[in-house]
């Protein structure tokens, strides 16, 4: 799964997770699991909504977050 932040027009940004990148060919984003930023709920979805679809028109942005793996983690290193 992917996390992303996307950014609906007129509203506040979700947090949520994808099964895999949208292409140039994508009219729709399946975001699974979706939250504020801050981890609380969407006023606008009903508690119990695991999963939203969003037409691509109504985003402004989206934004990759970075993966947590340990193998992808990369400390600060002093010489």
């Known amino acids: 799964m992917i996390s ?6 007129n509203e506040e940004p979700i947090v949520g997770e994808v099964d895999a990148m ?3 060919t994508t009219n729709l ?3 699974k699991n979706p939250r504020r930023k801050d ?3 969407i006023h606008f979805l009903v508690e119990d909504v695991t ?3 969003i037409p691509l028109h109504r985003i402004t942005i989206i934004q990759l977050m970075p993966s947590a793996t340990s193998d992808d ?3 600060f290193a002093r010489d």
């Open 51 to 53: 999963t939203v679809i």
């Open 73 to 75: 983690i990369i400390g």
């Open 4 to 9: 992303m932040i996307v950014h609906i027009s």
């Open 29 to 31: 984003i399946i975001l």
């Open 39 to 41: 981890g609380q709920d």
């Open 22 to 24: 949208p292409d140039a």
